[in-house]
């Protein structure tokens, strides 16, 4: 059965800084690996996306986010944050094999303080 | 730009009573889903339809929950009787389908659901 994992709850991060947020996950066959974001009172956005091909994928926002499949992992990062970044990330996996489910994660809240 | 359209925003409910959630996905999207999310959790899909068929329920609990596609369009969701455990956020989405897997997901802004 597929899963997903967010190791951490909440991360902070000052602005300018960099920031990653973790994500790493479990599927029988091949990933489609995908990252979203909730503002407060907002549904979910999508940021990105992993199909195939080159590990790094770029997103939305100036986000980018890594497919490593020997760790099983597919963080999100950006070069500098901003303040406006601060929101819930879900990072999201459907597998490759005909299922039809997303399976997400619990979520990681992202602060970035000025 | 085209958004998944979904009504009522809020609502509050006793326990025992009906309720009755409405989406309407962008144009064109042959996919919808319902999703269920609790605070401090991820969306966990209730069910999925593609055009006016169920591809996933699985995760819907029969027993008092019931989802409809008629015209393969617009789509209702609902709860009857409503118990203090359904309290959540239901979120509706939509996707493009083209036989594949990976198609983002576009969602609504979610109807809030208290249970008293």
């Known amino acids: 059965a597929q899963s997903v994992a967010q190791p951490e709850d909440q991360v902070n991060v000052a602005e300018g800084n960099p920031l990653t947020v973790k994500c790493t996950y479990s599927v029988s066959g091949n990933p489609y690996l995908f990252w979203y974001v909730q503002y407060p009172n907002r549904g979910l956005q999508f940021l990105l996306k992993?199909?195939?091909?080159?590990?790094l994928v770029k997103g939305s926002y100036g986000f980018e986010a890594e497919f490593n499949k020997s760790q099983t992992s597919f963080h999100l990062k950006k070069p500098s944050a901003l303040v406006s970044d601060s929101a819930l990330y879900f990072c999201?996996?459907?597998?490759?094999?005909?299922?039809?489910?997303?399976?997400f994660g619990a979520g990681t809240r992202l602060f970035v303080k000025a | 730009e085209a958004e998944v359209a979904q009504s009522p925003r809020y609502k509050i409910t006793e326990k025992s009573q009906a309720v009755a959630f409405w989406c309407d996905p962008i144009?064109?999207?042959?996919?919808l889903y319902w999703y269920r999310q609790i605070l401090g959790q991820g969306p966990e899909l209730l069910v999925q339809f593609q055009d006016e068929s169920v591809v996933d329920d699985s995760q819907l609990p029969k027993d008092r929950f019931s989802a409809e596609r008629l015209k393969g369009v617009d789509s209702t969701l609902k709860i009857q009787p409503a118990e203090l455990g359904d309290s959540a956020m239901y979120l509706c989405a939509s996707s493009l389908s083209s036989g594949t897997n990976y198609n983002e997901q576009f969602f609504g802004p979610g109807t809030r659901l208290t249970v008293l």
């Open positions: 992993y199909i195939t091909g080159d590990n």
């Open positions: 999201a996996v459907r597998e490759d094999t005909g299922g039809f489910k997303t399976i």
């Open positions: 144009s064109g999207h042959a996919t």
